[in-house]
T-cell receptor, first 112, second 111 residues
Framework: NAGVTQTPKFRVLKTGQSMTLLCAQD?????MYWYRQDPGMGLRLIHY???????AKGEVPDGYNVSRLKKQNFLLGLESAAPSQTSVYFC???????????FGPGTRLTVL | GNSVTQMEGPVTLSEEAFLTINCTYT??????LFWYVQYPGEGLQLLLK?????DKGSNKGFEATYRKETTSFHLEKGSVQVSDSAVYFC??????????FGAGTRLFVKA
């Protein structure tokens, strides 16, 4: 039982490049989330999904897109990376909106 | 609106000292309350939770009691260890689609 996995673990991009972060969960959870964590800023919600085929904006959605084509996967895309997107990105899933969230190990992204 | 406020860190303690990390919340209805812990280089993981007033969550020697009258969910441990060094997040689940996280409190425990 792997829980929540994230790919890749580390990535360095140049300004303007694009990339996709993959999150996968094997707990059959309906809800999935993408957060970013920056020093002194805590966790900020980027986008979330309440089920397959649905997505919604969180607190800081600008510059990111997401897709939830399969229930177990939640993809986060950066179309044109900017240095301000240098951060650690965490994916999480939960059974419902009030239950425990299960987090992946994170992706450390640096944009030069 | 819904919000969580927790004490700013860092908190530095010697091994075997008593730990309190304060957390207060603002919410409508009857939220669930959580403490998550993040060890260096890892994602957050649930430490304990409470789903109704007066419930006490406990795990690994940590405890927190859901106090509706004071809207608080303070984290306590009687004797901390070096291995407890981490960042602790208080969080609120309100029945909407999201969990509200506090800003996190970093704990350093010295041997």
């Amino acid at each position: 039982n792997a829980g929540v996995t994230q790919t890749p673990k580390f990535r360095v991009l140049k300004t303007g490049q694009s990339m996709t972060l993959l999150c996968a969960q094997d707990m059959n959870h309906e809800y999935m989330y993408w957060y970013r964590q920056d020093p002194g800023m805590g966790l900020r919600l980027i986008h979330y999904s309440v089920g397959e085929g649905t997505t919604a904006k969180g607190e800081v959605p600008d510059g990111y897109n997401v897709s939830r084509l399969k229930k177990q996967n939640f993809l986060l895309g950066l179309e044109s990376a900017a240095p301000s997107q240098t951060s650690v990105y965490f994916c999480a899933s939960s059974y419902d909106g009030v239950d425990t969230q299960y987090f992946g190990p994170g992706t450390r992204l640096t944009v030069l | 609106g819904n919000s969580v406020t927790q004490m700013e860190g860092p908190v530095t303690l010697s091994e075997e000292a008593f730990l309190t990390i304060n957390c207060t919340y603002t919410a409508t209805g009857y939220p669930s309350l959580f403490w998550y812990v993040q060890y260096p280089g890892e994602g957050l993981q649930l430490l304990l939770k409470a789903t109704k007033a007066d419930d006490k969550g406990s795990n690994k020697g940590f405890e927190a009691t859901y106090r509706k009258e004071t809207t608080s969910f303070h984290l306590e441990k009687g004797s901390v260890q070096v291995s407890d060094s981490a960042v602790y997040f208080c969080a609120l689940g309100t029945g909407g689609f999201k969990t509200i996280f506090g800003a996190g409190t970093r704990l350093f425990v010295k041997a």
